[in-house]
């Protein structure tokens, strides 16, 4: 027989449970979301108007990738300016005219891009473009562990603003002679079919130094 006392304790009980569950549930959403929110520089970026831009072309002639986009100086645009997308880093505009600008995106091979891993901040390392589209680089110090699946982020060093997804690790190897873990990366962006960017102008790159890799 079940006593209704008891019965009622024990409901209590569990609901009491589940409640300090979900409240450390919210407390470690709210950290993450607090940690993403400083990786991604949300602060700064918020307060800066970004510039919307259709993509007219995807060239790959002689090696050279480049994207053409129908926004240009008319709209701010200028050389150096950051360009993205809604799922992350595209590139560079490398000219702008009127009505138009060049954009030389990251899976080209002469951009160079510095990264930190989502996942563990203090891992940090360079990548540049491929021929196959992919893109492929090194961690600075060979002992940290970067896996495969972790998330890449801007760093702020260089010609990019920090926090901006730059892609995901597909591949680690180690050179033991070399003392090198080299990298291959899936980039955030789908290039192939790529419709809309977003153009920030040169003031969000503030806090951007120059990096200088000699590799």
Known sequence: EINEGDWSSDVCSSDLTKKQSDEAFKKDDISKLEQLSSALNYKKRKEVKPVTANVLTFDNAKGRKILTIDRGRESGISEGDTVESIEGLVGKVSSAGYGFSKVIPIVDSSDKVSFKVFRDLK?????????????????????????????LLTTGLGKYPRGISIGTVESVQYDRDLKEKSIKVKPSVKFMGLDMVVVYPASTKSEAVELKVNK
């Open 123 to 151: 891992i940090a390392g360079v990548i540049s473009g491929s021929e196959n589209g992919k893109l492929n680089g090194y961690v600075i110090d060979d002992k940290m562990g970067i896996i495969k699946g972790d998330l």
